[in-house]
């Protein structure tokens, strides 16, 4: 056991050393859960932590998509000092830049959401020489009418029975 030491303390030297370059992560924060009537607007929200300066030059996003009961994942939004809106027809004129990166805020709108926006989101941020360790994940689940309003109608029913 103390022969290990004679290898392992050299080693770890080598880590503090001048010229080594310790690199930090990106702490990105979203919701798990999300849920939207069919044909409104919702907001993916996705914050972020650097240890690094921001910058409309370094700072990048990328925003994937995977639907529901599948494994592949496509691409739908990138950012990198513009917003470039997705091209495929499924989020074409639905998924627009809603974030400010000088802020931390990395974060879409998806407008007009549909049945086929059901699915996981993902929020990815660069800001060299920082990485990323873990991707924000959005769980989107698009309904025909918001659980509170069932409740709120059956209530509204039974009022105008009881006139």
Known sequence: MSRDWIYLVPALCALVLPGVHQVEGIEVLT???????????V???CTFKSTQ????????????FRPLG?????SIFLYHKQAYPPKDETFKDHAVWSGNVMNGDASITLRNVQ???????SCQVRNPPDFQGFAGEIS????????GQK???NWARI?????
């Open 31 to 41: 919701s798990s859960e999300l849920e939207a009537v069919n044909g409104t607007d």
């Open 159 to 163: 009022a105008d029975s009881l006139l």
């Open 115 to 121: 049945f086929s926006f059901n699915g996981t989101y």
């Open 70 to 74: 599948k494994s592949l994942e496509k």
């Open 53 to 64: 300066p921001l910058s409309e030059e370094t700072v990048s996003v990328s925003w994937t």
């Open 43 to 45: 907001r993916l929200k």
């Open 151 to 153: 409740y709120l109608i």
């Open 140 to 147: 989107l689940r698009v309904v025909q009418k918001a659980e």
